[in-house]
């Protein structure tokens, strides 16, 4: 960024809280806590990052223990996409955000609950799950995902063998294209249980980060407070830098009409569970439907960067990587190409992709701490 437009543009010396990776994330949102004199709630890793770093979920609570309205701010969820809610968090308590809270208001930092996946670039937990496809009922039946396993061995080939690709190529785009590309995402997205190698593989049990964030629902007793509005970072999805809010409720429920009130018109529903549309399974949302119940709101906050087919590539190499290397060498060239292009499938990195993910944020964290001190109870 050039002299002049460090000096038009305000932001700029907050966009120094976008970290080069996780170490860098942890770090600055630690050193930012630290400058406000807040604890830091660690919940160590057993694993490593890529180059021996600690792993960890650090947790950074605001305002008074006892506050009875609570906004709950995660990152990382998705691993790689922690760049931008680590920012977003690290930002807000740089920028003195704790010394200007509403009354009765506290605010909870949940860096980096998948940390294994921020550090070592993928979209999964240490286990290969998609985090926001686990929370299910383990000792119920599994979910049907009849759909994604017509096609999982053209998701993530076997082999990375050219004709093999290529066939898998051809399958995958037959399927896309007898369902139109919105469909056909939505199918391979809604969760799946009987591929570990896949995509949005929920698991077959809970898994270390399902586990922490259910302890620090306990811990901190958000069950037991007046009003809370959780709201997730996330990125991957949707137009370039804009940063969607979208709830898991139902249209009609109290929660999505709060939404709505604190948010404005640019917070969204799912797509009514249908033949077509048929239901995601496992999403974080449902963990914290009951924890929040009519007493505020859970939101997803999704801010896009590429085009779908694009980042689906991204995840399809960096999922075939894991599938066919039995020893994967962070170091080696291949590895290096794919981590840079899911890297950059989640985080582009660019300066303006950078000020519209502060700009929202801040207006995401306002809206919701306005919403709430303004909440009965």
């Known amino acids: 960024m050039n002299q002049l437009q460090t000096e038009l543009n305000p932001l700029s010396g907050f966009l120094a809280a976008f970290p080069a990776n996780y170490e860098e994330a942890r770090r600055n949102f630690c050193l930012a806590a630290e400058g406000e004199r807040l604890p830091v709630d660690s919940r160590r890793h057993a694993l490593t ?6 792993l960890a979920c650090d947790v950074v609570w605001a305002g008074s223990r006892a506050a009875r309205r609570v906004l709950v701010l995660i990152s990382a969820t998705h691993g790689v996409d922690g760049f931008c809610g680590s920012a977003i968090q690290t930002d807000w308590l740089a920028g003195g955000g704790p010394g200007h809270l509403p009354d009765s208001c506290a605010v909870m930092l949940i860096h980096a609950i998948n940390p294994w996946g921020f550090a070592w670039l993928r979209q999964v937990t240490e286990d290969g799950i998609n985090l926001n496809r686990n929370f299910i009922d383990f000792s119920s039946a599994l979910p049907d995902d ?11 080939p076997a082999s990375l063998d050219a004709k093999i690709l290529a066939q898998a190529d ?28 896949g995509l949005f593989y929920g698991g077959s049990g809970p898994s270390w980060s399902r586990v922490i964030l259910e302890s620090l629902v306990r811990d901190y007793d958000l069950a037991g407070r007046a009003s809370l509005c959780v709201v997730d970072v996330r990125s991957g999805s949707g137009p370039f830098g804009y940063g969607g809010l979208s709830s898991a409720c139902s249209p009609e429920s109290r929660a999505a009409r709060t939404a709505r009130l604190w948010f404005g018109a640019s917070v969204s529903e799912m797509p009514s569970v249908s033949t077509l549309y048929p239901a995601r399974y ?10 929040v119940g009519e007493r505020g709101c859970m939101l997803g906050l999704e801010f896009g960067t590429w085009p779908w087919a694009e980042v689906f590539a991204a995840l399809r190499a960096d999922h075939g990587l894991y599938r066919t290397s039995r020893t994967l060498s962070w170091h080696d060239p291949g590895t290096r190409v794919v981590k840079a292009a899911v890297r950059r499938a989640f985080y582009p990195d660019t300066p303006d992709w950078q000020e519209m993910v502060m700009t929202r944020g801040r207006q995401v964290i306002r809206q919701a701490l306005v919403g709430l001190s303004e909440m009965g109870g």
């Open 49 to 54: 990052g890529p180059f021996g770093e600690l």
């Open 146 to 156: 009849t759909a994604y396993s017509a096609v999982a061995d053209d998701v993530v």
């Open 170 to 197: 051809d399958h995958l785009k037959a399927f896309i294209e007898s369902k139109t590309e919105a469909v056909a995402e939505h199918l391979l997205a809604s969760g799946q249980y009987s591929h570990p190698e």
């Open 282 to 291: 496992g999403l974080s949302d449902y963990f914290w439907h009951p924890v």
